[in-house]
């Protein structure tokens, strides 16, 4: 026993990876060991913490090896792992498979005591910062399974810290490398390509090496084929640091066996040739980093981000439980007030529904907002067999759809477009356009749309989602078609999944404070459309839902795949997939893409027959982290893995070796043999495995525990480490929330609306504004001393819907002004008047300020309205936001005062 900063065994549990290919990092973490006073063991006989078993769905191999373990390690003061992911494993999921009580309990106490070897000296000896010396530029990886808490990242920075002439950058970025266990070998293409994006974003060939925590990432990375990647393990730092105050980068000898005409499955030939087009990439991982980064600023303005999360996932759990009960309240409410309600119980009843719709009513064109239910039942599809004519309205779904594609991103249809694809896309319209400018491309589509816009006889339109209790129908849009596709046909039919119900209006309002944020970043979307009933400017207008089935009762009974239904679509857990970064949604080849569309097309259609998704996952467990739903969409697939057999043949020969130490060694010498020896042959046995891989590692020949029996006497090393150290204080690091602040409701308000694009004026100044133009004018909310005002100083006020069509401006009172999102929440009659002329002029009270939208929305009556925040936008051609896509360009607000409007 060694004497140093505390006396105590520690125990090393050497991970599978490490101890095939990196008995450096072993030894090095047992210097680091015995450099702080412990006397330190690895243990032979663990081999393995059953991690892959455990997320390909094995939980009956991967409870062997939990159980091996806790046996192995019960008695163990503590134990240490130079890995993030075998900790995360012991202490968090050995919880869901072992059953036997004894071992159980046995494993709550061994929990506590398990550590990786950074957190094991910040936390548990409580050093603060590591001493020594090292001259050189790193950057860090941060491996999925490492805690993202400020506190972690500070201490490790910390710890580095201390080391002299060592600089080591900590980029923000944190997604996956692309390893993802048994993913790195089965999907290897796209395991490749997303390594090749980590690299590139760690800008690797501007340091002298990459640090990272994690031993499967560092394999993984050092097998991508033609790149130099340079890693060490953080141990081999904090190690060499203190005695030669060099480090050598690690190393491993690749064999290459994927060879052509490999026969693999259709998802991934699609997801590999995805991956390999370089271009394709570009565009859409430039387009998710936008939305990260927007979501990210988003949640930062809001401060009680976490809070709203947690009532959205109770609200959407509740609803889920309750959806049959729910459906019977807001049946009634809803043919109360007019609407009628048909309940589709598959995809071919919900398109019989919308044809008989559309004959009755004569339909030949139909003006359609963005639906994926509709997509999912194949609504579109079925009008135009009518000889209807159907035109997507929501830009990126017009574009997709005149291109014959899917959508490839739930919120973002068309992000793996260029400006150049998008103008030649138009061009196929017959007209020939100057430019690819993003603004022109827009003003073009929304010249094109608003003529269709205003001759459809009918619109479809999707509904977010369901009030219960007050019978109403919302609808979520940035650029207005919704609004439009809503209000100007005679006949409207919104189309929505039996899981889309919620109690009430405030359990709505709960879904709206997060949906915006997770889909584009925004506190809230510019227009929220509220349907109530069949009014809004037409005689016999009637409307329609169609409430579409597909499964969701069966799904609803089934306890692995109930959460999803959860879902509110906001696409968030696409943004951070590290596969969908790489292949975009179009690889999936189903409606849904993504972590969520793997999920709803195993469920909707078949776990067996959609397999091959399974594979599209590193369970990185970003999805999970972003869901606002809380949904465990790692977990879903874990299990949903369990159901499947997939890849197992590879499995359970990786399980037949990992069994015992002995096989181990042996499985790991022969596959080396026969590498060398009988290449052709092994290679033929990878592909049969289903290993997908170009280059795979070849283990090293001295075995860990020989090499450790070699090494020179530990206490050989000259150094005096406390001396360099500096205990932690605990306190530090703690993240405070930022606070929303005191603003009072109409400072709150200016700050939220003009965030949102909105502009204030004063009486006067709209004057000035209108003089001489077109003003159309809602005499039910506007004062008639504003509009005699207006006509007095030369604007040429015009009323209803023909006015609307010609006028430049649009003169509206509200209902309230929306403190909590700088909304203007507009009735029934203002619909014209708000959307179709370019500027949109709201004139309201000062009494008219509230603080949040439950109390805007409070008894909330009309049969349509609106609420509006900022002006209609687009950011569907390569993110370039656009105003004025289908609504106004401009908002603008005047708060009169008392005696604006009178006579002189
Ligand atoms: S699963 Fe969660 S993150 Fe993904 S779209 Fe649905 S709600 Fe959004």
């Not at 094995?58 to 163990?76: G, H, I, P, Y």
């Not at 019989?352 to 609504?379: D, F, H, Q, Y």
């Not at 970003?622 to 159901?643: F, N, Q, T, Y």
């Not at 990878?686 to 795979?696: C, E, N, S």
Request: hydrophobic share 40%.
């Amino acid at each position: 026993m060694k004497g140093g900063v505390l006396n105590s065994k520690v125990y090393i549990f050497s991970p599978c990876v490490a101890r095939a290919l990196f008995p450096d990092i072993l030894i090095e973490t047992k210097r680091v060991i015995e450099l702080l006073g412990f006397e330190s063991i690895i243990d032979r006989k663990a081999t393995c913490c059953g991690q892959m078993f455990f997320n390909n769905g094995m939980w009956s191999e991967a409870k062997t090896l939990a159980k091996k373990f806790v046996r192995l390690f019960c008695d163990a003061p503590l134990v240490v792992a130079p890995t993030w992911s075998c900790v995360e494993m012991v202490r968090q999921h050995y919880g869901e498979i072992l059953d036997d009580p004894g071992l159980v309990r046995e494993w709550e106490s061994l929990r506590t005591r398990v550590f990786e070897i950074t957190e094991f000296i910040a936390k548990r000896c409580s050093i603060a910062s590591w001493g020594g010396e090292l001259k050189a530029k790193a950057v860090f990886h941060y491996s999925c399974h490492m805690p993202k808490d400020e506190k972690t990242r500070q201490e490790i920075q910390d710890l580095f810290g201390g080391i002299r002439g060592l600089e080591v950058f900590f980029p923000p970025s944190e997604h996956c490398c692309g390893f993802g266990g048994s993913f790195f070998a089965f999907m290897g293409a796209v395991s490749e390509a997303i390594g090749e994006e980590r690299l590139k974003r760690l800008e690797h060939d501007k340091f002298d090496f990459i640090v990272s925590s994690e031993p499967g990432c560092m394999m993984h990375l050092l097998s991508l084929p033609e790149k130099d990647a340079r890693l060490v393990h953080t141990v081999q730092i904090l190690s060499e640091a203190l005695r030669s105050h060099k480090v050598e980068p690690l190393v491993v000898p690749l064999i290459e066996i994927e060879g052509k005409g490999v026969p693999h499955s259709d998802f991934y030939e699609r997801a590999k040739k995805a991956s390999c087009d370089v271009a394709l990439r570009q565009k859409i991982v430039y387009a998710l980093d936008h939305a990260v980064e927007a979501r990210r600023k988003a949640i930062q303005r809001l401060g009680n981000y976490e809070f709203l999360k947690t009532k959205v996932k109770e609200t959407r759990e509740m609803s889920v439980a309750e959806m049959q009960s729910l459906w019977h309240v807001a049946q009634r409410a809803l043919e109360q007030k007019g609407i009628k309600v048909h309940f589709a119980c598959d995809s071919e009843e919900a398109k019989k529904l919308a044809v008989e719709i559309a004959k009755s009513c004569k339909a030949r064109l139909v003006v359609k907002g963005k639906s994926m239910t509709s997509e999912e039942v194949g609504v579109r599809e079925a009008l135009i067999e009518t000889h209807a004519e159907v035109v997507e309205t929501d830009l990126g779904e017009f574009i997709v759809t005149l291109r014959g594609e899917r959508a490839s991103h739930l919120v973002a249809p068309a992000l793996h477009l260029s400006r150049r694809d998008v103008q030649e896309t138009f061009e196929r319209l017959g007209f020939s356009l100057d430019s690819d400018d993003p603004q022109c491309l827009a003003e073009f589509a929304r010249a094109y749309l608003r003529k269709k816009f205003l001759s459809a006889e009918m619109g479809v339109f999707g509904v977010n989602v369901v009030c219960a209790q007050e019978g109403i129908l919302l609808t979520v849009t940035n650029e207005g078609n919704g609004r439009l596709c809503i209000t100007l046909p005679k006949v409207v039919v919104g189309i929505c999944g039996l899981e889309k119900i919620v109690p009430s209006l405030r359990h709505a309002c709960d879904i709206l404070r997060v949906l915006p944020v997770n889909a584009t970043g925004q506190t809230m979307t510019s227009y929220v459309t509220f349907l109530g009933g069949v009014g809004g400017g037409h005689d016999g207008r009637e409307v329609h839902l169609i409430v579409v089935d597909n499964g969701r009762t069966r799904i609803a009974k089934d306890a692995t795949m109930r959460p999803i239904l959860s879902c509110i679509r906001c696409g968030a857990c696409s943004n951070v997939c590290p596969v969908y970064r790489v292949i975009g949604g179009h690889a999936y080849g189903a409606v849904y893409s993504g972590p969520m569309g793997i999920m709803w097309t195993l469920a909707l259609y078949g776990v067996e027959k959609n397999a091959d998704l399974l594979d599209a996952c590193t369970l990185c467990g970003e999805c999970s982290k972003v869901c606002p739903a809380g949904i465990d969409i790692a977990r879903i697939i874990r299990l949903l893995r369990g159901k499947v057999f997939q890849n197992k043949k590879a499995l359970r020969l990786a399980y037949f070796a990992l069994k015992g130490t002995t096989r181990f060694r042996l499985a790991m010498g022969l596959y080396r043999f026969s590498a060398k020896n009988a290449t052709r042959l092994v290679e033929k046995t990878m592909r049969a495995l289903g290993i997908r891989r170009r280059f795979m590692p070849l283990p090293r020949k001295i075995q860990t525990h020989e090499y450790l029996r070699n090494e020179k006497p530990l206490d050989s090393i000259p150094l005096s480490l406390t001396k360099d150290m500096v205990h932690s204080d605990e306190n530090n690091g703690a993240f405070s929330p930022q606070s929303m602040g005191n603003d009072d409701v109409l400072g709150l308000f200016t700050r939220m609306f003009t965030q949102a694009g909105g502009e204030e004026m004063t009486f006067q100044e709209i004057l000035k504004l209108t003089a001489g133009k077109v003003v159309v004018c809602d005499e039910k909310t506007v004062p008639s001393r504003v509009i005699k005002a207006l006509s007095g100083n030369g604007a040429k006020t015009v009323h209803g819907l023909e006015g609307a069509k010609e006028a430049t401006f649009g003169l509206t009172g509200c209902k309230a002004l929306v403190a909590e999102t700088g909304s203007v929440l507009l009735g029934e009659s203002s619909l014209f008047e708000s959307l179709l002329p370019e500027v949109h002029i709201v004139i309201a009270l000062k009494r008219q300020f509230v603080e949040t939208l439950d109390v805007a929305l409070d008894g909330f009556r009309e049969n349509i309205g609106c609420l509006v925040t900022g002006p209609s936008r687009t950011a569907d051609i390569e993110k370039r936001l656009i105003l004025g896509m289908h609504g106004p360009k401009r908002v603008i607000l005047c708060v009169l005062e008392a005696n604006d409007g009178q006579a002189d």
